[in-house]
Nanobody, 124 residues
Framework: QLQLVESGGGLVQPGGSLRLSCALS????????IGWFRQAPGKEREGVSC????????RYADSVKGRFTIARDDAKTTIYLQMNSLKPEDTAVYYC?????????????????WGQGTQVTVSS
């Protein structure tokens, strides 16, 4: 059974940091690109960052470049999203998702498997 479970969300002050984790089970990481997406109330889901199936390519939304970093730990089958210099506009539910490599590498929300999401709130 393919499963993704996010964790690490919470309440943080502007300028603070959080690290989100996406634990995968049933996946072979080399066969899947993994993406982080977010959805704020009243807004569409948007791609935040993604990493290719081999781990050699990463992409970031312009709004998070220089502040967020995506990384993978193959031994733990876990993908991380390190978020620094957080802003109130980063407040959203964050999701991780998996897309098979045969479908090509993309940061658009055309992924096949999704986690349940974790809430990130940036507020003073």
């Amino acid at each position: 059974q393919l499963q993704l479970v996010e964790s690490g969300g919470g309440l943080v002050q502007p300028g603070g940091s959080l690290r989100l984790s996406c634990a995968l089970s049933g996946f072979t990481l080399d066969n899947y690109a993994i993406g982080w997406f977010r959805q704020a109330p009243g807004k569409e889901r948007e791609g935040v960052s993604c990493i290719s199936s081999g781990g050699s390519s990463t992409r970031y939304a312009d709004s998070v470049k220089g502040r967020f970093t995506i990384a993978r730990d193959d031994a733990k089958t876990t993908i991380y999203l390190q978020m620094n210099s957080l802003k109130p506009e980063d407040t959203a539910v964050y999701y991780c998702a998996a897309r098979h490599r045969f479908k090509g590498f993309s940061c658009l929300a055309l992924y096949d498997y999704w986690g349940q999401g974790t809430q990130v709130t940036v507020s003073s």
